[in-house]
């Protein structure tokens, strides 16, 4: 299992009729299973093995292999969370034949933080009508709310994950700063 950070450089202006990040640029389903593809090849090179590869495109529980794999936990926000790339990631599946070492399952970290929960315009619980959607046990109304969702990401933003994140990204930023003072000037 594999992640890739979708976090935009920038943002359209508010202005403008919003899309979700997770559809900015080029479709990732192709980019996610390309880059795949070529580290199966890689792979291959060293330890011949046969191989597929999914992004969002089969019937694979993404999210929860990715908890098993390690990569982050399923949050409030329904989301996976990654500590250091908070929401904004797509999941790639590669299914090798080779056997490897499982990696250890993360814990869920959310606590007894609900920040995702109480930012939401439309009142939704995206992990608890998904869990009960997926138990069958949900009446209409809360049938119907699955789908109230705007996909406006402020269940992504409010989560302390994505305040890790914008660190992440200050702390690269200044790392490639001072890469760039301490080299020789022509
Ligand atoms: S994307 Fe917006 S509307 Fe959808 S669950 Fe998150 S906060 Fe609620
Ligand atoms: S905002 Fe809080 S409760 Fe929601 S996913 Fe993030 S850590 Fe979990």
Same mark, same amino acid.
């Given at each position: +299992?594999?992640?890739? /950070?979708?976090?935009?450089?920038?943002?359209?202006?508010?202005d403008?009729p919003q899309?979700?990040?997770y559809a900015?640029?080029?479709?990732y389903h192709?980019i996610?299973?390309s880059?795949?593809s070529q580290?199966?090849?890689?792979?291959? *090179?060293?330890?011949p093995?046969?191989?597929a590869? @999914? =992004?969002?495109?089969?019937p694979? +529980?993404?999210?929860?292999?990715a908890?098993r794999a390690?990569l982050?936990?399923? $949050?409030?926000?329904?989301m996976?969370v /990654?500590p *250091?790339?908070?929401?904004f !990631? @797509?999941? $790639?599946?590669?299914?090798t !034949?080779l056997e490897? &070492?499982?990696s *250890?399952? +993360? &814990? /869920?970290h =959310?606590g007894?933080c609900?920040? =995702?929960i &109480?930012a939401?315009p439309? $009142?939704?619980e995206?992990y608890l009508?998904?869990?009960?959607a997926?138990a069958?046990? +949900?009446?209409?109304?809360?049938a119907?709310k699955?789908?109230?969702?705007i &996909?406006?990401g402020?269940?992504q933003?409010?989560?302390?994950?994505?305040?890790?994140?914008?660190d992440?990204?200050?702390l690269?930023?200044?790392?490639v700063?001072?890469i760039?003072r301490s080299?020789?000037?022509?």
């Amino acid at each position: +299992m594999v992640l890739m /950070n979708y976090y935009p450089r920038r943002w359209q202006s508010a202005d403008k009729p919003q899309i979700a990040a997770y559809a900015y640029g080029n479709d990732y389903h192709h980019i996610v299973k390309s880059k795949l593809s070529q580290l199966a090849e890689e792979i291959n *090179k060293v330890a011949p093995h046969s191989y597929a590869v @999914f =992004c969002d495109s089969a019937p694979v +529980m993404e999210r929860a292999w990715a908890v098993r794999a390690g990569l982050g936990w399923i $949050g409030r926000n329904g989301m996976l969370v /990654n500590p *250091k790339l908070g929401t904004f !990631t @797509f999941i $790639g599946t590669l299914i090798t !034949t080779l056997e490897l &070492e499982p990696s *250890k399952p +993360m &814990e /869920n970290h =959310c606590g007894t933080c609900k920040k =995702c929960i &109480e930012a939401c315009p439309m $009142g939704l619980e995206p992990y608890l009508l998904n869990k009960l959607a997926k138990a069958g046990r +949900m009446d209409d109304l809360e049938a119907n709310k699955v789908y109230d969702c705007i &996909e406006c990401g402020c269940c992504q933003f409010t989560c302390p994950s994505y305040i890790y994140l914008l660190d992440s990204i200050r702390l690269a930023k200044a790392n490639v700063m001072k890469i760039m003072r301490s080299r020789p000037k022509k």
